[in-house]
């Protein structure tokens, strides 16, 4: 069996011994000796200054619409995990969708401006698949129309635009530690965030609490326990490692590819990727089933990401987005985690070439 992606587990001893830890303090969570670890250590490999570990990927995006008092219409991207969505949904706000770029995938900055309204509090926008949006243009958007920027950067981990984490952009951006995502805690997340929000965003993320007795407002709870830490403590030493082996898959694959007339991600210039995903957009919806079904019959499972698009969601009032919607229906991620083998890749491929 060969699926999308495998959830890298470290050695389970050196789990336990971490987890020992809190055994020690008798503390397993409220911001425990590990959680505290574990940020000091992700803020450092990222370098980035303000950064609250969470339990998923998608609290910190509802903390952040909540904290910054959005409301209206936030202007959003279409093509994305539904937690972009149902995040804006969820906090009373309105998505409005914008397209997305033909080749990069992510939201297509030159019609945004089009989209705002006297509504419109916000962009969130995903960097999907780790590739950047134009967040040049979509701040000097922001500035010039008085906007907040948001970006779900929950496939980010270990990429840098720039020369810098790329969760160093905009007034907040979020990842997933999700055990699909590249680095992982089981179930965790983050929320990064420029210094002035750092505060409000803490405080919400602990049920408003200000100290034990008092509260600054509203919260909620989105903190991260200590066996969640000690699992990301014990995969981040192998973190470099996991990207060496997959930056090697994609090798492979972007070789194969380079051959057929199927289309393959473009990765937006001073981009440092990280590896996380390999999707191909085929021809048509017809040779992708065709694609997926022979894989699947010699148990192999790729994945259909992402699909529908979210436009598509029952509960928006979706707005058309051509591009968005066809790419969603033609593309497929194909399997990709450390230690893929050589061999299976170029099984699996010899079976698409024939397939499509
Ligand atoms: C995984 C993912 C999320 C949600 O993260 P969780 O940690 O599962 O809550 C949000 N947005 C995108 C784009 C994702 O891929």
Aim: contains cysteine; charged residues 20%; glycine residues 6%.
């Amino acid at each position: 069996m060969i699926n999308v992606t495998k959830t890298f587990l470290p050695p389970q001893e050196e789990y336990q011994n971490i987890l020992q830890r809190a055994w020690d303090t008798g503390w397993m969570t409220n911001r425990g000796v590990l959680v505290k670890e574990l940020e000091a250590t992700l803020k450092a490999y990222l370098g980035v200054p303000n950064m609250i570990a969470m339990t998923n990927g998608t609290l910190p995006l509802q903390i952040a619409i909540k904290a910054l008092c959005l409301t209206g219409e936030i202007i959003t991207t279409p093509f994305s995990y539904v937690a972009t969505t149902s995040s804006i949904v969820w906090e009373g706000c309105t998505p409005v969708f914008v397209d997305i770029h033909p080749e990069y995938l992510t939201i297509d900055e030159t019609k945004i401006e089009a989209a705002i309204t006297p509504k419109t509090s916000a962009i969130l926008a995903t960097h999907v698949f780790g590739n950047p949006c134009d967040v040049e243009t979509i701040q000097a958007i922001a500035d010039r129309n008085g906007l907040k920027v948001l970006y779900d950067a929950a496939h980010c981990f270990g990429v840098e635009y720039q020369g810098k984490s790329l969760f160093n952009y905009g007034d907040v951006s979020t990842c997933s530690f999700h055990a699909t995502k590249l680095f992982h805690t089981g179930e965790g997340g983050a929320l990064f965030c420029r210094p002035e929000y750092y505060d409000t965003m803490y405080s919400h993320h602990n049920f408003g609490h200000d100290g034990p007795e008092a509260f600054h407002g509203l919260g909620i709870n989105a903190k991260m326990s200590e066996p969640q830490a000690a699992m990301g403590l014990a995969v981040f030493p192998y973190f470099d490692r996991i990207m060496e082996s997959r930056k090697a898959s994609v090798s492979l694959y972007r070789e194969f590819f380079s051959g057929l007339p199927l289309q393959v991600l473009r990765l937006r210039e001073g981009t440092q990727w990280n590896y996380s995903y390999f999707p191909i957009i085929f021809e048509s919806e017809a040779q992708l089933l065709r694609v997926k079904a022979a894989l699947e019959a010699q148990n192999i499972s790729p994945r259909r990401y992402f699909y529908p698009s979210l436009t598509m969601l029952p509960y928006v009032n979706s707005k058309v987005c051509d591009l968005a919607n066809s790419i969603a229906e033609r593309i497929l991620c194909l399997p990709l985690y450390l230690n893929l083998e050589a061999e299976e890749q170029d099984r699996l491929l010899a079976i698409i070439k024939s397939a499509i």
